[in-house]
């Protein structure tokens, strides 16, 4: 029985250049796209783009209003912070005119 033959470096160096040799002439044997196809191509790949910018341009709106309404909130509750304790005579005139507007109603 004959044992197993290694490949020398010449036998895979033939080797690489058939494989490389029969890939070429697979390539060169594909049928070329056509100019239509490729216009048409072009202007998928464009429509999408466009889609997708607009989709990231409403997702920049939306995140930069999310960011307004978030800013105005921290100003009002900061202006709520800030507001100054009532005064005593300010709580007794707002007691006074919620007992006067009970009273005017019940008559």
């Known amino acids: 029985m004959k044992g197993f033959k290694d490949p020398g470096f010449q036998d895979r160096a033939a080797a690489s250049a058939r494989a490389k ?22 202007e998928r790949q464009k429509a999408r783009d466009a889609k997708a910018a607009a989709k990231r341009e409403a997702i920049k709106a939306e995140r930069e209003e999310a960011q307004r309404i978030e800013q105005e909130k921290r100003a009002a509750a900061k202006a709520e912070r800030e507001k100054p304790e009532p005064t005593e005579a300010e709580r007794k005139a707002a007691r006074d005119a919620k007992y006067a507007a009970r009273k005017k109603r019940k008559g």
């Not at 040799?21 to 072009?42: F, I, M, T, V």
Request: no cysteine; hydrophobic share 45%; aromatic share 0%.
């Open 21 to 42: 040799k029969s890939a070429l002439e697979k390539l060169k044997a594909a049928p070329k796209p056509d100019e239509a196809e490729l216009a048409a191509g072009a």
